[in-house]
Structure formats: C-alpha cells, structure tokens
Antibody, heavy 114, light 107 residues
C-alpha cells in the first residue's frame, strides 16, 4: 500500500521558518519526481514545488521562489520542504504528491500568524 | 502559465442523472490532464488520467473526454457517493495548474 506521511507543520509567526517532511512507502520513491501542493482553507489547490527523482530538476511557484527549498533523500524515502520568511498567505494544508500516479499524502497544516 | 478554466463551480444533480464538468485549457496540453475527486477532510483521489483513462478501482460510470481545448469529466447515473469537489489538473508543463473546482451535491 502506497503511503505518504507528512509532518512538521504547526503555528509559526510571520517571518519565521518551518521544515516539512514527507516519508514515502509502498513504492520505489527514488524513481519518481515529487511535488508539494498546498490548499488554503476553503480554497483551491496550488502547486508549490517539484523535484525530479534524482534532484536534477527543481521548479518553484513564483509565490514561493527564493523563500522555499524542496529537497529529497532517496536513501530515507523522504521529501522535504524548507520554508523561510513565512507569510500569512502561506497558511495552508501542504500535501506531498506524485500527481501522475495519484499518490497524495494526508496533508500537514501550516498556520502563519502572530 | 497555462490557465485551466473549470465550469460549473457548483451544481446540484438528482440521483441517476448524468453530469458533465469541463475544463478549458488556455494552451495546448496534449491530453496531460487528470481529474480528481476530493471529499471533506480527505486527500484528492485520482479518477481519470491522461484525459480519458480510468484509474484502477474507479467506477465505470466515470469517463473523460476531450474536444479541442475542452476536457470533460462525465458521471453517468449519479450515485450518492459521488458528492464532493472535482477538479482538473494540467501537467503538460510546470507550473502545474488546477481548475478552480466543481462542488457536486445531490438534489
């Protein structure tokens, strides 16, 4: 059974940092590109970042470029999202996902508020 | 960026009826389109991939089609379990972009 389990979310003040993790199991993680996708409360889905299977290709949404860093450790089957200079508009449920296979985690909530 | 214009935004449909949702792509996406269903407090569930392919385990009353830049999801003979929000996703190029979603309710 495929599982993606996100962690690391929480309440953080504007301007601070947070690092999300996503542990994968049930498939060969190292073979797949992965994404972070977020959903603000009551809103639609917004793609955040992508990393290829071997980390050679990395893309970011303009809204997070320069503030967020996506990375992965294939030996640990883990995807990361380092978020810095957080803003209130970053408040959302963050999913790790492989959209092509339809693999999504349950999401982790990040709330940016003073 | 590729814009995905989804319609309708919400609809109430009777059990047993047929229902279609459409996403229009602002540029060619060459069938790189998926349809997802999302229920409250749940992760999105892949229903259709590459525009017309039914994901394993998805009931055959769901189908996907394409006409030019318009991509459609059709549900034949609506069942109560089909309620939720449906959205399209284009993955022809990054940034990935989503339709705004369609909320389906039972009348």
């Amino acid at each position: 059974e495929v599982q993606l389990v996100e962690s690391g979310g929480g309440l953080v003040q504007p301007g601070r940092s947070l690092k999300l993790s996503c542990v994968a199991s049930g498939f060969t993680f190292s073979n797949y590109g992965m994404n972070w996708i977020r959903q603000a409360p009551g809103k639609g889905l917004e793609w955040v970042a992508y990393i290829s299977s071997g980390s050679s290709y990395i893309y970011y949404a303009e809204t997070v470029k320069g503030r967020f860093t996506i990375s992965r450790d294939n030996a640990k089957n883990t995807l990361y999202l380092q978020m810095t200079s957080l803003r209130s508009e970053d408040t959302a449920l963050y999913y790790c996902a492989n959209h092509q296979r339809g693999y999504w985690g349950q999401g982790v909530m990040v709330t940016v508020s003073s | 960026d590729i814009q995905m214009t989804q319609s309708p935004s919400s609809i109430s449909v009777s059990l047993g009826d047929r229902f279609t949702i459409t996403c229009r792509a602002s540029q060619d996406i060459g069938n790189y389109l998926s349809w997802y269903q999302q229920k409250p407090e749940k992760s999105p569930k892949l229903m259709i991939y590459r525009a017309t392919n039914l994901e394993d385990g998805v009931p055959s009353r769901f189908s996907g089609s394409r006409s030019g830049s318009d991509y459609s999801l059709t549900i034949n003979s609506l069942e109560s379990e089909d309620t939720g929000i449906y959205f399209c996703l284009q993955h022809k190029q990054y940034p990935l972009t989503f339709g705004s979603g369609t909320k389906l309710e039972i009348k």
